[in-house]
Each structure stands twice: as structure tokens, then as C-alpha cells.
């Protein structure tokens, strides 16, 4: 049977105690080969305990799950923000490699073990080494995504759109080339990201708070409101009992989507 990456979302990757909404970080990728599969121990960032599963190395499945487990590897164990920094890879292929990492949110310092033969999972995905957060000169929002070019929530450039250069808080033009830079819309109001949101609303992108059952901003239904399964993105039946889902309102063409990841 094959699985698409909404179930490794919901299910694999779903915090094994009773209760717990949290999705597990990979802390160790372990190879097994004798089984033909990819072991891995996870920690959940809310109850902080960590579990054990399994992952088919069959391609067709590779394919699936390689995305969300590079997605969740690299978010700090503490916080569960997507804010980690590369600080150093010991290990060779022949080996494992232990790379080390730091939260430039809450700083905390943490290793992810992973096996040489399985090393190639994540590491294209391994965040930069000069990873900072960015606060938007405009609306003071903290900026965690490392590849954004404009503050997702006011628009305001915060690298120069031709070479690719810091601007400073000020800049109307980049100092580097001469570029015009935008400057955002100033009535916007900060949004702030703290350890107590755990994910976004995959319909409108709203800021999710551990044990949320319906996104507060659009009321997509997150968990079935009858027997409690963590609902697949885009369900409209719960796949477990089969209950209707209630679909959240749909975004306007103006929404934005801050910081972390899709929610379970």
C-alpha cells in the first residue's frame, strides 16, 4: 500500500503519547538495511518525549516522506520553530555524522544524528550556517524563513531584489547596486512567533496554538470532533471514522502565511 506525505504528516510523524497533538523531530536517522527501511527516533517539541518509527526505503515511498522528514529534522526540539543554524557536520559516509546545530530563536543547542548511508536525506536541506532572524524595519515582525526575500507580512524588501544584498533598516535604495527597494505597508501589525505556536492552518495559514482543534481564524476543522484523529490536509471525510470535516472559510487574495510549518 502507498502512502501519500499527508499520512507520514498525520500519522508517522504524530506524537506517540495519549493526548499529545505534537509532531515529532527526527533527532537520530538510523540505516536498516537487513529490512530495507530507515529507522528513526523522534522528539516531540511539546511533551518532550521521543519515539520510535519506521520508514519503507522503497523509492515510491522515499518520494513521500523524504520532504516532511528534511521539514521537521531541521526545527529546534524546544521551541518547534523551523530556526535552526548549522554550527558544524563530524562524520564521514563510511560512519555517521552528528551535525550540530542552534535555535537563533531560543537558543538552544542540540545534534542530529544521522547515518552515512542515509546522510543524503537531509543533506540538502541543512540550514545555513550564518542563519539569522531578520525583524522587518516596517511592521517589526520576525522574519524565521532564511530563504525570504520580502517580509511575508508587510511585503517590505529585506534583500535587494536585483543582487542580493542586506538592506539596511532605511534604505529607500540598495547600497550595493542602486536598486529601488520597497518599503512595505506600514499599517500592518507585527505578528510574533513564541514557542506556544506549534504550526500554521493549511487552509488560511493562521498561527496555531498546541491542542487547537479548529484553526480560530477560518474554523478548519484540525482534529475530528469525533473520535480525535489528526485530519490529512485537504480530508473531507475523517479516515478514521469517517465523519464529515468542517472546511474552514477560504483565505483572501491578501492572506500571508507566518512561520512554521502545516499542522497535522
Given at each position: 500500500m502507498a502512502f501519500d506525505t499527508s499520512y507520514y504528516k498525520t500519522q508517522k510523524f504524530a506524537c506517540g503519547k495519549k493526548g499529545c497533538s505534537g509532531t515529532l523531530i527526527p533527532v537520530q536517522i538510523r540505516e536498516n538495511k537487513k529490512d530495507g527501511e530507515v529507522k528513526v527516533f523522534g522528539?516531540?517539541?511539546e511533551c518532550k518525549k521521543v519515539f520510535?518509527?519506521?520508514l519503507s526505503l522503497n523509492k515510491s515511498e522515499v518520494d513521500k516522506w523524504q520532504p516532511v522528514l528534511e521539514e521537521q529534522t531541521f526545527k529546534c526540539t524546544e521551541c518547534g520553530q523551523s530556526t535552526l543554524k548549522t554550527e558544524k557536520?563530524?562524520?564521514n559516509p563510511r560512519s555517521d555524522y552528528k551535525i550540530k546545530v542552534e535555535c537563533v530563536e531560543c537558543k538552544k543547542e542540540d545534534d542530529?544524528?544521522?547515518?552515512?548511508?542515509?546522510?543524503f536525506l537531509v543533506e540538502n536541506k541543512l540550514p545555513s550556517a550564518e542563519r539569522t532572524i531578520i525583524t522587518c524595519p516596517t511592521c517589526n515582525t520576525k522574519v524565521t524563513d532564511e530563504s525570504a526575500k520580502k517580509c511575508p507580512n508587510c511585503?517590505?524588501?529585506l534583500f535587494c531584489g536585483k543582487c542580493g544584498s542586506l538592506l539596511s533598516a532605511k534604505a529607500s535604495f540598495c547600497m550595493k547596486c542602486g536598486s529601488s527597494a520597497e518599503k512595505g505597508d506600514f499599517t500592518k501589525k507585527p505578528i510574533q512567533i513564541s514557542k506556544d505556536v506549534v504550526g500554521t492552518c493549511p487552509n488560511c495559514g493562521a498561527n496555531l496554538t498546541p491542542k487547537a482543534k479548529f484553526c480560530n481564524e477560518c474554523g478548519q476543522e484540525l482534529f475530528c470532533n469525533k473520535c480525535g484523529n489528526p485530519l490529512p490536509v485537504q480530508a473531507v471525510f475523517c479516515n478514521l471514522c469517517g465523519d464529515p470535516v468542517r472546511i474552514g472559510k477560504?483565505?483572501?487574495p491578501t492572506s500571508t502565511r507566518?512561520?512554521?510549518t502545516l499542522r497535522k
Open positions: 522528539k516531540c517539541p520510535q518509527f519506521s557536520v563530524l562524520g542530529r544524528a544521522v547515518d552515512g548511508g542515509v546522510y511585503g517590505r524588501d477560504k483565505p483572501g507566518i512561520g512554521g
